[in-house]
């Protein structure tokens, strides 16, 4: 088990150097003297077929299944179907047997058998082999007009309808020109000695899967510039396995504790629930989550200890980082201190706002040099979920601070130096205002003198920023958000590097834990600056080949609305974003319904309200579905015996003699309704609907979440 309280899961192709085992404990079972055995080699695991038939689906070895459930007769129908076709096949053998019907049917054993046969032994067994010729005759015959093979499937928790399925697709067979282990598309463009080279890693067990897709970015990333071709296969040639690994020299994480497709892309969550409350053809089905589907972003409600955190949020992130040192994405997760999301090791930066001993700083401008960008930014973490105060006003006041202080120092202002010009201290100003009369700056004199015309009006942000910033300038908050020295200013650095989400265009794995317990306030400020700022940073990239991915484990008072609209945004710019809530009662009410339909994935866990699932039915809309309403009559009879006879049945059955009445209608209802929600989702489960960043819909699916098939 790992640090963290997860089971370790193998990629394919590994396993774990054995040891010798440790003296026994007194009281415990011995320690095994060998690793568990590991999953498939890399080869094996490479030549398994992936197919899909909607987003979603776990697609390696996935068999397709019908659209709509084959048509299932009652066991009890097949019984007595049975019955009869077997007492109509013995009596036709009866009457046969004994003459009854001529002696036609032995007329072919007359016709073949030589007359020098007679009152033979050849005679006897050629008479007994066509008796049962005959008998075989009649039992196919009428085993298949009573339906015997399905019964017999039946009885033995078997089912017909699983004989209707498709065959499963064919295994590559290693060797073939199509084999993958053999990378074919490198040796088709004429590098047979590195086909060979990456062949022979894999054969060898040196190369995981991680090592595999990594490769594979990189000769996708030759195919478009070849001039990269011969750096390619020098890299092959010098390390194998080892080419092109990522800037932190990671191969693989340290733990595992989902199942992963590094060759789809994907993470496994659990199945889909073999019930009616499914569409029969993804009943039993992997269920899984890729960019493509997470390109939609996802919005994740559930009250806390349903697992949002260790069944959705950490297979998430682990998948996106393993991608990452494949070099495919980027991902950022962000969540409290102390949060369950991998240990520090499987990151390239970890950022503890709050923590001294923390090696990373956070930027507070994002790593831009624009001023109104910076503001507006700021604003919306600042004074977003304020009700009643504009942030386009807030994004003006604050440029007038910002673009003349970094006209005068070249650089934005520090925390307490940004609270003193919002608070308007006469000697914060002074200073300013004779840098930028030394420097000539005559167009942010005028800023500046706006700014102080404006403090105090009635409409003024500036009390509420300065309220705000004053979450940040608190002794916990010291050593961060520091924005170092410049032309020999007396600021003093701090001594973390600061991390900027304008690094989103590297394969770069970030965690922030933010300090919820004691800086409550402090922390939804600065993830709502981290979300405003990963919108603007994702939308900004000038390469987008990376999907870039935020994770924030608890939204709760995050949301604002330009930052929804940003959401909205993200899927054209090959990002996503995933967000968890307790309940969307932590979102403002005006928000609700456009962050539902801002996202394309949407997921509710076990245990979520009523007022909850009400917003979840009305984003999931409803369907046609046939409903089967019966009436019961009660039967009044004319006649004296049947009115006896009816009598009789009513003291024996205690029940009237009653005619059923059956109306077959179409009728149009939820999804999954409120109630549903609330009361029908069992521990452990969720339903979850998926959109595809081209489009493909599935529709809600009640969802085990057990991180099996």
């Known amino acids: 088990m790992d640090t963290d309280g997860t089971h370790e899961t193998r990629p394919p192709g590994t396993g774990r150097i054995p040891r010798p085992a440790d003296p026994p404990t007194p009281g415990l079972p011995p320690r095994p003297s060998h690793a568990p055995a590991a999953g498939p080699s890399l080869g094996d695991w490479l030549r398994v077929p992936r197919a899909s038939d909607g987003p979603g689906v776990w697609t390696y070895g996935h068999v397709p299944r019908p659209a709509e459930e084959p048509e299932r007769t009652p066991t009890r129908q097949l019984i007595s179907g049975a019955l009869i076709a077997l007492?109509?096949?013995?009596?036709?053998?009866?009457?046969?047997?004994?003459?009854?019907?001529?002696?036609?049917?032995?007329?072919?054993?007359?016709?073949?058998?030589?007359?020098?046969?007679?009152?033979?032994?050849?005679?006897?067994?050629?008479?007994?082999?066509?008796?049962?010729?005959?008998?075989?005759?009649?039992?196919?015959?009428?085993?298949r007009l009573g339906r015997w093979p399905e019964l017999g499937l039946r009885l033995v928790g078997g089912d017909a309808a699983r004989a209707a399925q498709p065959a499963p697709p064919a295994r590559v067979e290693a060797g073939k020109p199509d084999d993958p282990a053999g990378w074919p598309q490198v040796r088709a463009a004429g590098l047979a000695e590195a086909a060979e080279r990456l062949g022979g890693e894999i054969a060898a067990g040196r190369m995981n899967d991680v090592d595999y897709a990594r490769i594979r970015r990189a000769w996708d990333s030759v195919r478009v510039d070849p001039s990269r071709l011969r750096a390619f296969a020098d890299a092959v040639r010098d390390k194998g396995a080892g080419a092109c690994v990522h800037p932190s020299g990671a191969r693989d994480l340290p733990a595992r504790a989902a199942r992963h497709d590094l060759l789809a892309r994907q993470v496994l969550l659990g199945a889909a629930v073999d019930g009616a409350q499914n569409p029969y053809a993804r009943r039993g089905t992997g269920l899984a989550l890729d960019p493509d589907v997470l390109g939609t972003s996802l919005l994740a409600v559930g009250p806390s200890g349903t697992g949002k955190t260790a069944r959705l949020v950490r297979p998430v992130v682990e998948s996106l980082a393993l991608q990452a040192l494949a070099g495919q994405a980027a991902v950022v997760a962000v969540g409290a201190a102390g949060t369950r999301l991998g240990p520090d090791s499987a990151y390239d930066v970890v950022v503890r706002v709050g923590d001294p001993a923390s090696v990373y700083d956070l930027d507070l401008y994002g790593g831009t040099t624009d001023p109104d960008e910076a503001a507006t930014l700021l604003a919306e973490a600042f004074v977003g979920d304020v009700p009643g105060i504009d942030v386009r006003r807030a994004a003006t006041a604050l440029a007038q601070l910002l673009g003349p202080f970094r006209a005068a120092y070249g650089r934005f202002p520090a925390v307490p130096e940004l609270r003193e010009l919002l608070d308007q201290v006469p000697s914060a100003l002074a200073g300013l205002r004779r840098r930028l009369d030394e420097a000539g700056q005559l167009t942010m004199l005028r800023e500046l003198d706006a700014r102080e015309r404006q403090h105090g009006a009635p409409a003024d942000p500036g009390p509420a920023l300065a309220d705000r910033v004053a979450l940040l300038d608190r002794p916990a908050f010291a050593a961060f958000f520091n924005v170092g020295a410049c032309d020999g200013d007396d600021f003093e650095a701090g001594q973390g590097r600061p991390f900027s989400l304008r690094a989103l265009e590297h394969p770069i794995r970030v965690r922030v834990d933010l300090p919820e317990r004691g800086h409550a306030d402090a922390s939804r400020m600065l993830a709502r600056l981290l979300l405003a700022q990963f919108n603007a940073a994702a939308a900004a990239r000038t390469d987008r080949s990376l999907f870039a991915f935020l994770a924030i484990d608890d939204a709760s008072h995050t949301l604002t609305p330009e930052t929804v609209r940003g959401v909205q945004r993200l899927r054209s710019a090959n990002a996503g974003v995933l967000l968890t809530l307790r309940t969307l009662d932590d979102v403002p009410e005006a928000l609700r319904t456009p962050l539902l339909g801002a996202v394309g994935c949407r997921m509710a866990f076990s245990g979520v309200t009523t007022w909850d699932g009400k917003r979840f039915a009305e984003a999931w809309g409803t369907e046609w579905v046939e409903t089967r309403d019966v009436t019961h009559r009660t039967v009044f009879a004319d006649q004296p015996l049947t009115r006896a006879i009816h009598a009789f049945r009513k003291l024996v059955t205690g029940k009237a003699v009653t005619t059923d009445a059956v109306t077959v209608r179409q009728v149009e209802r939820e999804r999954w309704s409120a109630s549903d929600l609330a009361h029908s989702v069992p521990p452990g489960h969720a339903v979850l609907s998926l959109t595809s960043v081209r489009g493909e819909r599935a529709a809600p699916l009640l969802v085990r979440l057990t991180g099996t098939a």
Do not use: E, Q
């Open 87 to 143: 007492l109509a096949g013995l009596l036709l053998w009866s009457l046969l047997w004994n003459g009854y019907l001529g002696g036609f049917w032995l007329w072919p054993l007359y016709m073949f058998t030589p007359d020098s046969w007679a009152n033979t032994n050849a005679a006897v067994v050629a008479s007994y082999i066509w008796y049962a010729v005959v008998a075989g005759a009649l039992i196919f015959g009428f085993g």
